[in-house]
C-alpha cells in the first residue's frame, strides 16, 4: 500500500509560480512511474504531467509545456511539479499518483495510488 500526501497549493497571482510536493510512503517508491493530474470544477480529470522511475524521461501536456517542471527525489520519496507562468485556466485541484510500473502513462486509469489532492488557484 502506498500513501501520497500533496502540498503546496495555495493562492497566486497569474504569471506567478507554485511548487507542489507529493511525499509518498513505502518503501518501493523509486520502482514506481509518477503523475500529476488536474480537475477543474465542472470539468473532468486531466493529465499534466509524467515521470518514469528514474527521472530520466518526463512527459507534460500541451497545456503546460514549457511552464511546468516534474522531477522526483527518490531518497526523499517525493515528486514535484514546479509550475511556472501561472494562468487562470491552471486553477484546480492538483493530485499526484502512482503507478506501479516503471514507466509512466497519460490515463488515469492505468495509476494506482491517488493522494487526496491540493488546491491551485490563480488569480487574474
Known amino acids: 500500500q502506498v500513501q501520497l500526501v500533496e502540498s503546496g497549493g495555495g493562492l497566486v497571482q497569474a504569471g506567478g509560480s507554485l511548487r507542489l510536493s507529493c511525499a509518498a510512503s513505502?518503501?518501493?517508491?523509486?520502482?514506481?512511474?509518477m503523475g500529476w493530474f488536474r480537475q477543474a470544477p465542472g470539468k473532468e480529470r486531466e493529465f499534466v504531467a509524467a515521470?518514469?522511475?528514474?527521472?530520466?524521461?518526463?512527459y507534460y501536456a500541451d497545456s503546460v509545456k514549457g511552464r511546468f517542471t516534474i522531477s522526483r527525489d527518490n531518497a526523499k520519496n517525493t515528486v514535484y511539479l514546479q509550475m511556472n507562468s501561472l494562468k487562470p485556466e491552471d486553477t484546480a485541484a492538483y493530485y499526484c499518483?502512482?503507478?506501479?510500473?516503471?514507466?509512466?502513462?497519460?490515463?488515469?486509469?492505468?495509476?494506482?495510488?491517488w493522494g487526496q489532492g491540493t488546491q491551485v488557484t490563480v488569480s487574474s
Open positions: 499518483a502512482a503507478r506501479t510500473a516503471t514507466y509512466y502513462s497519460v490515463k488515469g486509469y492505468e495509476y494506482d495510488y
Open positions: 513505502g518503501r518501493t517508491f523509486s520502482t514506481y512511474a
Open positions: 515521470i518514469n522511475w528514474s527521472g530520466f524521461n518526463t
